[in-house]
């Protein structure tokens, strides 16, 4: 499956702003889908996963209640809206799948990744 992730921007401290990710290929509703981001230095860290149904979701710690994954198999997108930002949430964000049913936080395991999105959040 192939993905395209959108949607960052630069937004003030306390803001929003939705991600997408638009998948092209085999069938996304077969995969489960994650978002990871990156800065600079950095390694690649978990965000939030989805199951292929949208069932079962995961959240990394310094995001619940901040931050909600969601997708809509029938147009094959996925989508994380993030409410609440703060500058330490700058950073590139990826949209990953994985075929799988269980969504896994490991970023070594998942196989197609999008291109990232830069998310800059100024204080």
């Known amino acids: 499956v192939q993905l395209q992730a959108s949607g960052g921007g630069l937004v003030q401290a306390g803001g929003s702003l939705r991600l997408s990710c638009a998948a092209s290929?085999?069938?996304?509703?077969?995969?489960?889908m994650g978002w990871f981001r990156q800065v600079p230095g950095k390694e690649r860290e978990f965000v939030a996963a989805?199951?292929?149904?949208?069932?079962?979701?995961y959240y990394a710690d310094f995001v619940k209640g901040r931050f909600t994954i969601s997708r809509d198999n029938a147009k094959n997108t996925g989508y994380l809206q993030m409410n609440s930002l703060k500058p330490e949430d700058t950073a590139v964000y990826y949209c990953?799948?994985?075929?799988?049913?269980?969504?896994?936080?490991?970023?070594?395991?998942?196989?197609?990744w999008g291109q990232g999105t830069q998310v800059t959040v100024s204080s």
């Open positions: 990953a799948a994985d075929l799988v049913v269980v969504p896994r936080t490991a970023s070594t395991l998942y196989d197609s």
């Open positions: 290929g085999r069938t996304f509703s077969s995969y489960a």
């Open positions: 989805i199951s292929p149904r949208g069932v079962t979701t």
